[in-house]
């Protein structure tokens, strides 16, 4: 699971939110006083930031950081308040308890944990003093460890060199990051890593190189272990694969870091750790659990030496033996998986009946804590959220695939776990019943008529799930869902209509529709999880026109805020594109013109954000509007993708330079503007570039077992239409359209049956079933194209849920509804209109046939010829719209 969407299903039950747009939080009290006469006050996201009206500050350059518990955070915030206002030193605070609680979380990002107050010194001759006088006001004050930054002295105030103002480029990875400008005055990456970093063109002021000596003092060679690899990170701490140099002993070492890590109730890592040694000792007799080897500290951080135990997690082990990935699978598999699956559920029943008898709660039981062993026996690991039996409260960590309701607490809390374990095993899409816990039953019947594993088994699962004993002796159909819940109707595009208009919040600022997380990084309006996305969706689906909505898009895409980005997916080039095929060509226009006077050359070539989705949205534009310009700077954008293809020196099998392959950031995006220009002006150049840009993503590939061509990730195979290997397919049906390849036909068929899984884990149009069905709906149809496309339409029901007087889908990770293009009900709903809606809609440049448009616009006024024209070359490596806030702190 990623991580970073726990931090986003705090603010809302339904749909992932920041806390920061959330107007009923708790503030700290300190944050109620007026304003200081002459200063001005704006609200940002999760932040609170103060500054002198007139006041102005450099762009970048040294900043204070002051961490904070949360039982003293806000006279720390009062303390740094009556510092700074009389010396006119702007600053910024996390707005409210809450918020601080999240971003000191076990699952919050590393590198920006433990920042609560942030201070913006003009020049080094203001930093030495206010570290100094701060430093002195607040001894005796401590907080998280800022793992960015370097303390100063032994307190809660820390440094780092940085951005103040909010300025943006493109990191190697093509990344839209947060920049600094180096000496030369190129916007680089403004590293915001886990651990202190100072910019080779910087130089440390002298009052702080005691301070870095004293940090680089410590020494871990002075310890008895040697950390022999990671296994993960996490805000707590660290978990290694160590060893003891005294006994050539295997340990596994788990790190925890004081106030930071914290739990639903506050509770910190070392907390926690200090708990689960206990804990462990209490269990001491059971062979499913680990032994502890040792306890220490090192600095101020504990380790707890544990028992190494060889096998890998139940989740990995799923993974690899799970029958419905395979689409030959056949019931002497099925039966064999279900076999094993049994055999593994009763052992954990087993174990957690014995901790129960030993008057605990194991309290995290999920697919990642259970350990298989080589010869299939299992163990449980991480108990740090185990806790008696007697006064039981419900854990404050939890994984939502398993967590239990507030109502349960004491052993029901690990039954209800153990209930969604049955299903899991079989069909591991249990975070969709804490959205609603009707889904339990459906989930179970899928699960019935497709393992041969005893209906009544699975019925016990959905009465300890739902809470509701059965009204009788159980039955055939006893894990059947009732005829009239919404996951058992059709998936029919009238209902996901219904759903994704009434979740519109046009009230907001930061977004429209509900989606994924990454709209408030990547803003709100966007094609992929924005506004644009969504309304050009229900558009060319028959949904109609939205003039109150698509007015909400206009005003702030023609004024766009510091940091928008440029691309087809993630920016103003496809909004331009989704007001142009709403009939609203001139606003579409002024967009274009914003994206004109931005940069651009420095781009990468992909088609989410770089210049092949820019290139091919010119010239669709330019066909639009008959605008020999808009043509031109296509080619001009062509131009630059042909050199960055010829740039990857990979051969045919081995690893290029680029890090990505398929659609959106893969070189098959570069591949479909060439065949694209091929298909305008029939010059076979373009289909020899293509040609090359195709092989660089095939060469990314690995073929499966079952002759499925996927893209090779490392740890992990991937078919989606996004980051996988149909992405690639699509572009390469339309090459082959105009030019016969033996081995991009056979690529092709490879990719073919890698859209024939029964399972996919989530339904986004990105990576998900959406994106296989799309794939399906607009290839070359085939004997057994319609069974296929067919099949995966009708099991989309096993991720439908209701929502108003509709159906809609989970988003990432499937924790909440998303409404988006990208990750949720839109892309859906794009695709089921594909495979089966009377328009021939689909993709953007990838729909058969013309582009599915709404209505035909007048024509407005042309632009004229300087409005139109070539923008001069930019800075380097901007990559996005440089409007810079200079009163935007970060």
Known sequence: MDERYDSYCAADPLFYDSLGSGTTQPGFPTADRPVPAGWEREATGDWLMYAPVDGALPPQGWKIHVTARLADADEVLATVWDYCVPRDLAFKFLRGPRTLLMRNSKYAARGASGKFVTVYPRDEAELEPACKELDALLTGRTGPYILSDLRYGAGPVYVRYGGFAARYCRSDQGQ??????????????????????????????????????????????????????????????????????????????????????????????????AREAANLRRLADLPQVPRVHDEFTFGDHHFLALEFIEGRSLNKVVVERYPLIDADAVDADRAAYARWALSVHEQVETVVGEIHARGLVYGDLHLFNVMVRPDDTIALVDFEVAAPVDGHRRPGLRNQGFAAPRDRTGPAVDRYALACLRLALFLPLTQLVRLDPTKAAQLAEVVADTFPVPREWLARAVEEITGAPRPGPPTADAASAPDDTVARRPVTSRRMIAAITASATPDRDDRLFPGDIEQFRSGGLNLAHGAAGVLHTLAVCGAGRWPEHEDWLVRRATAPVSGTRLGFYDGLHGVAYALDGLGRRADALDVLDICEREPWRDLDHSLSGGLAGIGLNLLHLADRTGESTL??????????????????????????????????????????????????????????????????????????????????????????????????????????????????????????????????????????????????????????????????VSRLAWHALPYADGTAFPGEQLLRLSMDLATGTAGVLLAVTAAHGPHRVGLPFLTPGPEASVGTPEDPPRRSEASAGTPEDPPRNLGVTSLTDQTGRR
Request: proline share 6%; hydrophobic share 40%; charged share 25%.
């Open 631 to 792: 043509r031109e700077q296509a080619l001009q954008v062509a131009a630059r993708v042909v050199d960055q293809v010829a740039e990857d020196p990979g051969g045919e099998i081995s690893g290029g330079g680029h890090p990505y392959a398929g659609l959106l950031r893969g070189r098959s995006g570069a591949a479909l503007l060439l065949v694209r220009l091929h298909e305008t002006d029939g010059d076979e150049s373009w289909l020899d570039h293509a040609a090359t840009a195709l092989r660089q993503d095939l060469r990314r590939c690995v073929v499966r077992p079952d002759g499925a061509w996927e893209v090779d990730e490392g740890w992990r195979t991937m078919p989606y239409l996004g980051d996988g290997s149909v992405g690639i397919g699509l572009v390469l049906e339309r090459y082959l359209r105009h030019r016969a390849d033996e081995r991009f036909a056979e690529a092709a068929t490879g990719i073919r049956r890698a859209a024939r899984s029964p399972f996919y884990a989530q339904t986004g149009l990105f990576a998900g079933r959406a994106g296989i069905i799309a794939y399906l709906a607009a290839t070359t149809p085939t004997p057994d194209r319609s069974a296929a496309l067919e099949a995966q």
């Open 176 to 273: 839209v990051v947060a920049a600094v400008a180096d000496d030369t005055g190129t916007l680089v990456p403004d590293r915001r890593d886990p651990v202190f970093h100072v910019p080779s063109w910087v130089r440390l002021p002298d009052f702080l190189a005691p301070h870095l000596a004293a940090r680089n003092a410590a020494r871990t060679d002075e310890l008895p272990y040697r950390i022999e690899r990671v296994i993960h990170f996490s805000n707590g701490g660290g978990l290694y694969v160590g060893r003891d140099l005294r006994t050539d002993t295997p340990v596994v070492l788990k790190e925890a870091r004081p106030h930071a890590g914290l739990d639903a109730d506050g509770v910190d890592a070392v907390a926690r750790l």
